[in-house]
């Protein structure tokens, strides 16, 4: 085997760097999710959402302004690597899993609640009037 890589770079100075990517991106992955986790925290703890669904909630926690910092760097490191980019997008997604699942857990019943109460008066008036003779 030799010591090149197929680039013409040195192949111990390449993994070198891998890894060193690697725990940059790991590190800011883990910020992210603390991040995210501390703004539904905060937006559960607020308790505005009483009309909000949850992807409007979602989108609003992803546009802060310090969030979107943390996310430029860590994809400016996997531009610089794309190998780590299906692990990046597979944390991303189970992260969303997890914070958007918090979100319906807090307000998901008055959502629900809120948005079918019309529903069911609806549904009462039309047996009422399908009980009534013509």
């Not at 949850?54 to 989108?59: A, C, K, Q, R």
């Not at 944390?91 to 959502?111: D, E, H, I, N, W």
């Not at 009462?124 to 013509?134: I, N, Q, T, W, Y």
């Amino acid at each position: 085997m030799s010591v090149f890589s197929s680039h013409g770079t040195i192949r111990q100075e390449d993994i070198f760097a891998c890894n060193i990517a690697r725990s940059a991106i790991a590190r800011s992955l883990a910020l992210e999710a603390r991040h995210t986790e501390f703004l539904v925290t905060d937006t559960i703890a607020r308790n505005q959402s009483d009309t909000l669904p949850i992807p409007v909630l979602w989108m609003r926690i992803q546009s802060n302004s310090n969030l979107r910092s943390i996310v430029g760097k860590t994809d400016a490191h996997v531009d610089a690597y794309s190998q780590f980019a299906t692990w990046v997008k597979a944390a991303r997604s189970r992260l969303a899993y997890v914070q958007k699942s918090r979100l319906t857990a807090a307000f998901g019943p008055r959502l629900h609640a809120h948005r079918f109460r019309n529903g069911d008066k609806l549904t009462r008036l039309h047996l009422l009037a399908s009980s009534v003779p013509v």
